[in-house]
């Protein structure tokens, strides 16, 4: 790598295949980790594109928000440590700081967490469209069509180039994702919506949302309500993945962000992103008695078998997910204020983390617990049902779409995505060869 002299910025000189030419790409300097080689004009250049299935070694944006050394462990929001923000805030003071930059004050932290109460409400007409969908459906499913349905609401007031409508799109949907989240739990157990509870924090509110029941009064558990807070803190907001990328790529050609969202949410559902904390409490139950173990750690390494283990590996950590370890605590943590005897889920996680941590094929590759991991464990034992873990994330995760979503249209550099491909198909051939030929 150069650094040229004058403006102290650092460029790579390559060579061109096939012709004489040498061309000269700047490097933009990153504030920590990898700076990237810019090659927007390498095609005007060269006539030549960059191939990079699965985005291994290719940023798809400059972003402020969230920073990961996946070699060392470390997952950081706007500079601040992840296991810090996880066991010393609240989940909307997170949300503030993904949104606008910085922690709030506690004047700034209580006018947001207002503000985000007063939008929790959804429009009555949604309760007709939940019914429309059949009571066994998948919870992910009905939340990609309400979600987005959003949009029919809010119609007025989705300018897209307009800053205020923006802001308030962000806050409406994290105040309203809940909601929606927790109808669509209710709606499949045929209990009647709860709405939601101003006087209670994000966490609290929607619990009670999922287990009041009118003919009861609900005391929501502080042990459950802080375990949640950290959850959902845990899953804000994690740079550029499929989800988040997803968001991004649809918002870039000037979508309405509850479409959108709709978009990162359908992307989040499958198994190997935020589909997999379902994945892993199904394989844990399958799994159902430490003897087995070992069955399913040499399928997970058996090259013919397509079964892996869930909750483990990741593209960007190399060592222990920082998530993972703040969840591992927390599952100890529950299990003794809740005083649950023995979980025999948690059993086989431990052991199975155990087995496979010592086993070569994990260690070559770098293959460690993850976030999906441990979170299903606290899901089950906060009671919640399986099939609305990947609601869960998605409650979570709505805040760090809404704050990539806004900085990628604050950006005044910000263009339609539209990547482009290596062709390998047919070159072109004649109509009149086939019997379609005159
Ligand atoms: N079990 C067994 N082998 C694995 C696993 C696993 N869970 N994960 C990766 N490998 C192997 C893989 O077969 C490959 O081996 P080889 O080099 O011999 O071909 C090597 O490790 C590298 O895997 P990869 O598929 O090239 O890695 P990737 O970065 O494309 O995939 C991943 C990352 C998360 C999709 C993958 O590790 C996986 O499928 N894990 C299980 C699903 C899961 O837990 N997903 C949640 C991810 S974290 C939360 C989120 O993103 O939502």
Known sequence: MAKDNVSNRASVRISVPFTNQEIELPVIQASEGPSVIDIGELYAKTGLFTYDPGFMSTASCRSTITYIDGDNGILRHRGYDITDLATSANFTDVAYLLLYGELPNKSEAEKFATEIKQHSMVHEQLHFLYRGFPRHSHPMAVMVGAVASLSAFYHDYLDVRDRTQREISAIRLIAKIPTLAAMAYKYSIGQPFVY???????????????????????????????????????????????????????????????????????????????????????????????????????????????????????????????????????????????????????????????????????????????????????????????????????????????????????????????????????????????????
């Open 196 to 438: 939601p509870d101003n006087n209670l924090s994000y966490s609290e509110d929607f619990l009670h949302m999922m287990f009041a029941v009118p003919a009861e009064k609900y005391k929501v558990n502080p042990v459950m309500a802080d375990a949640l807070n950290k959850l959902f803190i845990l899953h804000a907001d994690h740079e550029q993945n499929a989800s988040t990328s997803t968001v991004r790529l649809s918002g870039s050609s000037g979508a309405n962000p509850f479409a959108v969202i709709g978009a990162g949410i359908a992307s989040l559902w499958g198994p190997a992103h935020g589909g997999a904390n379902e994945a892993v409490i199904k394989m844990l139950e399958e799994i159902g008695h430490a003897s087995r173990i070992q069955i399913y750690v040499n399928k997970a390494k058996d090259k013919g078998d397509p079964f892996r283990l869930m909750g483990f590996g990741h593209r960007v950590y190399k060592n222990y997910d920082p998530r993972a370890t703040v969840l591992k605590a927390s599952c100890y943590e529950l299990v003794k204020e809740l005083g649950i005897k023995d979980d025999h889920l948690l059993d086989i996680a431990l052991k199975l983390e155990e087995i496979a941590l010592n086993d070569p094929y994990f260690i070559e590759r770098k293959l460690y617990p993850n976030v999906d991991f441990y979170s299903g464990i606290i899901y089950r034992m906060l009671g919640i049902p399986t099939q609305m873990f990947t609601v869960m994330f998605a409650v979570a995760r709505a805040t760090g779409w809404m704050a990539q979503w806004k900085e990628m249209m604050d950006d005044p550099e910000q263009k339609i995505g539209r990547p482009r491909q290596l062709y390998v198909g047919q070159t072109k051939r004649e109509l009149r060869d086939t019997p379609f030929g005159k």
